[in-house]
């Protein structure tokens, strides 16, 4: 921007707020017959735009380029609401003096920090701004402080430091608004006692001196606070000050004609809420997961038990009579032998008693000779177990292990689990408060880590029941059998951790959303104040 001017109705010459116009720009002819609509004029490489004001007159803007076409409806829109500014507040009933040739260079350097920003917040405005005063070296520091009619509100600082002090930068300019607009020189050092905390402020922030403009009590405007502001720029204090306002003021004057719009909204809002909040939703009740076989087959031995070879690994595709591991019983083999000397003893005594024809001792010897033979065969029969294979057709779930070669191994415990089908249940681990809503029949879902991603849907099977964490723990969880309903072959194994969520009826979604709080509630009021809803 080049000039910006005022043009009163029968005004005789227009008032130059910024700016020179080039010779031969005629306002007045301009301004002739012109109504409610805004003119645009190319003087040479200028653009001028005359945007009017009613009963004000007009106001025009001159800038040193010509932008595209495309450009112009937006830039009438922005220029008609800064023009629109110029009647609101008392920071717009009359212009700052006009600036020096010095301060011009400046201010244009200050509105070019500010133009192309496009729509803004109040405060990122002002931010732009207080950071191209700093910037142009008009300051060491500016702050923005709004003022409404009843004191202070935020404060924007070209230095995040000055943040700290922002309680003191307000209490100062509650202090010193008056009826009218004013421009105040603070000084560090002042031993005047109305100054004393705008003194004090001065001397926190170490400054030698602060330029403080504020706006007429019971005017919502901006105060503006130069901290060792430059010399000679007492006429660009006032237009820093009025940019401020114009920029705050256009936003008000938006929001205001918008100000029914919002609260329709917010009310249309509030209700669509309500009714959400009141209609029924599905309640969903969540817990931990853990996957296991539907069925499982366990191989183990019924006695005492060395491992010598594991010929079967967890994945493994068996059948009936597979080779899973070998063992060896050094103590059943020691059983055998001895079995087996006895029978043949008892053998030598049958033999001998019959060549003496002694019949009672030969059919002694003869008993004898079948107990030890049975003995001999039950201790057979264990060894061959010893060469332990798959009871049923399955896949290998779980083995003791190679590493567990040469190992002893009690009597039950398992050496290998066959999975004999393709079916897999859940179990599902509740808190509490989700607990009572559990039953049988209810259908739900599971995600399992490390999967493909797909949720697999299951149906509760058992009601909860309490089941310890682990053998060597007091610890119990509540906890619900499910089956999946379609696992899908060779998806799933044993032992997989995931998340379940069961379908647990249907109930208004605010008791669906607050549940847990309510529960919290309902007991905190029981326990202190005996209270029960």
């Known amino acids: 921007m080049s000039a910006l001017t005022r043009l009163a109705p029968g005004g005789s010459t227009p008032d130059i707020v910024f700016g020179t116009l080039p010779p031969g720009l005629d306002l007045l002819a301009l301004a002739e017959g012109l109504s409610d609509k805004p003119l645009l004029k190319r003087a040479g490489e200028h653009l001028f735009v005359l945007v009017p004001r009613g009963k004000a007159g007009w106001i025009g ?4 380029t010509v932008p595209p076409v495309t450009e112009l409806p937006g830039l009438l829109e922005i220029l008609s609401g800064l023009s629109a500014a110029f009647d609101k507040g008392a920071a717009a009933a009359s212009m700052p003096p006009t600036a020096t040739a010095a301060g011009q260079e400046r201010i244009a350097r200050v509105l070019a920090d500010m133009a192309g920003l496009g729509p803004l917040k109040k405060k990122s405005q002002l931010q732009v701004l207080a950071n191209s005063i700093f910037k142009q070296e008009l300051a060491r520091a500016a702050v923005f402080v709004e003022c409404r009619a009843r004191g202070g509100s935020f404060i924007t600082a070209s230095d995040r430091k000055l943040a700290a002090s922002a309680d003191e930068f307000v209490r100062v300019s509650q202090l010193e608004r008056a009826d009218e607009d004013r421009i105040i020189h603070l000084r560090a050092q002042s031993m005047d006692d109305d100054r004393l905390e705008s003194a004090l402020l001065a001397e926190s922030l170490g400054a030698a001196g602060i330029v403080l403009a504020l706006p007429a009590n019971g005017i919502h405007g901006m105060a503006l606070f130069l901290i060792d502001p430059a010399p000679n720029i007492a006429n660009e204090i006032g237009m820093l000050s009025h940019l401020a306002s114009i920029a705050t003021q256009c936003r008000a004057h938006k929001d205001d004609k918008n100000n029914t719009l919002w609260k329709g909204a917010a009310l249309a809002a509030v209700v669509a809420a309500a009714v959400v909040l009141a209609l029924p939703a599905d309640l969903i009740v969540t817990a931990s997961a853990l996957s296991a076989p539907q069925q499982s087959v366990v191989a183990a031995l019924p006695f005492d038990s060395f491992l010598q070879s594991m010929t079967a690994d967890v994945g493994d595709t068996v059948t009936a009579d597979t080779d899973l591991a070998t063992l060896s019983a050094p103590d059943i083999e020691a059983k055998r032998s001895q079995a087996q000397l006895q029978m043949s ?58 590493d567990g070669l040469g190992r002893f191994v009690p009597a039950g415990q398992e050496i290998a689990v066959i999975q004999s089908n393709d079916e897999f249940a859940v179990t599902l681990t509740f808190s509490r408060v989700d607990a009572t809503l559990i039953r049988p029949g209810q259908p739900g879902e599971v995600y399992f880590r490390g999967l493909n991603g797909r949720p697999y849907a299951f149906v509760v099977e058992t009601p909860i029941f309490e089941e310890r964490a682990s053998r060597d723990s007091d610890e119990t969880h509540l906890v619900a059998r499910a089956r999946i309903v379609k696992a899908g072959k060779g998806e799933l194994i044993g032992g997989l951790s995931g998340f379940g969520r069961v379908e647990a009826g249907r109930a208004p979604r605010i008791y669906v959303l607050s549940r847990h709080a309510l529960e919290y509630l309902r007991i905190k009021a029981w326990i202190y104040l005996g209270l029960h809803f």
């Open 61 to 64: 803007w001159l800038f040193d």
């Open 345 to 402: 003893v008892q053998q030598i005594t049958a033999t001998a008693a019959l060549a003496k024809n002694d019949y009672g001792n030969y059919k002694l010897a003869t008993q004898r000779i079948e107990t030890y033979k049975g003995q001999v065969d039950r201790y057979d029969q264990q060894l061959e177990q010893l060469h332990l294979k798959s009871p049923v057709a399955g896949t290998v779930i779980r083995t003791i292990g190679r």
